[in-house]
C-alpha cells in the first residue's frame, strides 16, 4: 500500500513560487517522492483551508469537547450548531492521522509560527485519538515523521535570537507529545538582514531538504 504524505503549509502566499518556505518543503517532497514514487502526497493550506477543515476553537467547541469527553454529554445533547462545529473538529483531528508523513512549511513571525499554526494543531489534541492521558498514563498515539521546513527573516540558530525561537520548538513538542518523530528542522535564516544572500541560502537549505528527504524516504522503504 502506498505511503500518504501531508503537506501543511501555513503561509498566505497561494503561489509556491513567491514563498521560500514551500519552495524549500517542495523541493524535499520531490526528493522524497524519487524514492518513493507511489507515495501520495496531500497539501493544506492553512490560511486559506476554512472553517469546515479546520475549525476556530471557540465556545462552542470547547463545550462540546468537554461534554462529550467527561462530562457525560451525549452528541445528541448538543447543539445543531455545537454538532456541526465537534463533526469538524473530528474530521480535521481523522485526516491527520491518516497520514505516515508530514511536513509543515513554515516562517518565522514575531519569534513563532504564523496563528493558524497553533489553532491547527489545537484541532489535533485529541484524548483517546492522538494521546492518552490518565492519572497514571500519558503516551502518544500516533506513529510516522513530521519535517519542519522554517523560513527565517532573522539568525535563531546562534546569538541572542536562541532561546526565543518557539515556533519550531512548539511544534516539536507537540508533535512529540503525540507520539510522532520529529526530524532536526530545516531552516533558512538571515534572510531579511542578508537579502543580497537571501538566493544562496535557500539554495542551501533545498540542498539540505533533498538529502534529508532522501535519508528518510530509503530508511523507511519497504516498511
Known amino acids: 500500500m502506498a505511503k500518504k504524505l501531508l503537506y501543511v503549509v501555513c503561509n498566505p502566499k497561494q503561489d509556491s513560487n513567491a514563498s521560500r518556505s514551500q519552495q524549500i518543503a517542495e523541493a524535499y517532497i520531490d526528493a522524497f517522492k524519487e524514492v518513493q514514487p507511489d507515495l501520495i502526497v496531500d ?5 486559506h ?3 469546515d477543515l479546520v475549525p476556530e476553537i471557540d465556545e462552542d467547541l ?3 469537547r468537554a ?3 467527561f462530562r457525560g454529554l451525549k452528541f445528541e445533547d ?11 473538529h473530528v474530521a480535521c483531528c481523522d485526516h491527520f492521522i491518516d497520514h505516515d508523513f508530514y511536513v509543515f512549511a513554515s516562517p518565522i513571525w514575531n519569534l ?4 493558524y499554526m497553533k489553532k491547527y494543531i489545537d484541532n489535533l489534541f485529541a484524548n483517546g485519538k492522538t494521546f492518552i492521558a490518565k492519572p497514571d498514563e500519558r503516551r502518544g498515539l500516533l506513529t510516522g515523521h513530521v519535517q519542519h521546513i522554517q523560513t527565517r527573516g532573522g539568525t535563531y540558530s546562534t546569538g541572542p535570537l536562541v532561546e526565543f525561537e518557539s515556533g519550531d520548538r512548539y511544534l516539536k513538542i507537540a508533535m512529540e507529545f503525540m507520539g510522532l518523530t520529529y526530524q532536526p528542522v530545516i531552516y533558512a535564516e538571515g534572510l531579511d538582514h542578508n ?5 544562496e541560502i535557500v539554495a542551501a537549505a533545498k540542498e539540505q531538504a533533498r538529502k534529508a528527504a532522501i535519508e528518510l ?3 523507511t522503504k519497504g516498511e
Do not use: D, M
Open 43 to 47: 497539501k493544506i493550506n492553512l490560511f
Open 49 to 51: 483551508a476554512g472553517e
Open 62 to 64: 470547547i463545550f462540546a
Open 67 to 69: 461534554g462529550l469527553s
Open 78 to 88: 448538543l447543539s445543531p450548531e455545537q454538532q456541526r462545529k465537534y463533526k469538524n
Open 112 to 115: 513563532g509560527s504564523p496563528h
Open 195 to 199: 537579502p543580497r544572500q537571501a538566493p
Open 217 to 219: 524516504a530509503t530508511s
